[in-house]
């Protein structure tokens, strides 16, 4: 199974600021890789897929990037609306697997 | 816009059965893949099962194969996940969710229901 890590599980930020999340992979698989947003007791929404194609509806201050083993995602100018955890998770291989999840604070 | 909404979550003792029931609407349900996805304190989340849009295929994760069945039903627009032998760890919030396309490639999910919670304990 491909192991998806993400380097920090909460990030404390401030309005305004530029926040990226970090996902690794345990093995390269270039660019299947999608990020969700999941508000407090709301159920997961898509944000990216490709790694760094955004969803139909989702605000221009979100980015992705990476491929292989590495991927972020970016909050250019984080929104108090941002409040939520984020999750990374691979579909190059089944079992097709999530990150442990970062959630952000606002300071 | 595609809407989920799943049903059929409760307390069951362990070793027991239980069928959870997801309704679609909104987009042509044959034309895509549907899965169900769990979440827990202790797993995260952890994809469960997937169903091809024909339903002639699915995939299973390895911790519920022979215990999960996944189907779904054209006729009204449902997709089922059938649970026998619960364990406590199969506790978790169960979400049905829909793929992007039919079957290949793509396997991730683009619209989640309001999950449904299933309790496993004696």
């Known amino acids: 199974d491909i192991q998806m890590t993400q380097s920090a599980s909460s990030l404390s930020v401030s309005v305004g600021d530029r926040v990226t999340i970090t996902c690794r992979a345990s093995e390269g698989f270039g660019n299947s890789l999608v990020w969700y947003q999941q508000k407090p007791g709301k159920s997961p929404t898509l944000l990216i897929y490709?790694?760094?194609t955004l969803q139909s509806g989702v605000p221009f201050r979100f980015s992705g990037g990476g491929s292989g083993t590495n991927f972020t995602l970016t909050i250019s100018s984080l929104q108090p609306e941002d409040v939520a955890t984020y999750y990374c998770q691979q579909y190059a291989s089944a079992p097709w697997t999530f990150g442990q999840g970062t959630k952000l604070e606002i300071k | 816009e595609a809407r989920l909404s799943e049903s059929g979550g409760r307390l069951v003792q362990p070793g027991g059965s239980l069928r959870l029931s997801c309704a679609a609407s909104?987009?042509?349900?044959?034309?895509?893949?549907m899965s169900w996805v769990r979440q827990s304190p202790g797993k995260g989340l952890e994809w469960v099962a997937v169903?091809?849009?024909?339903?002639?295929?699915?995939y299973y994760t390895e911790s519920v194969k022979g215990r999960f069945t996944i189907t779904r039903d054209k006729s009204d627009n449902t997709v089922l996940l059938q649970m026998k032998g619960l364990r406590v760890d199969d506790t978790a919030v169960y979400y049905c969710?829909?793929?992007?396309?039919?079957?290949?490639?793509?396997?991730?999910?683009?619209?989640w229901g309001q999950g449904t919670q299933v309790t496993v304990s004696s």
């Open positions: 169903i091809s849009g024909t339903g002639g295929s699915a």
């Open positions: 909104g987009f042509t349900f044959g034309n895509y893949a």
């Open positions: 969710a829909k793929l992007p396309t039919k079957w290949y490639g793509e396997f991730y999910f683009d619209t």
């Open positions: 490709s790694a760094s």
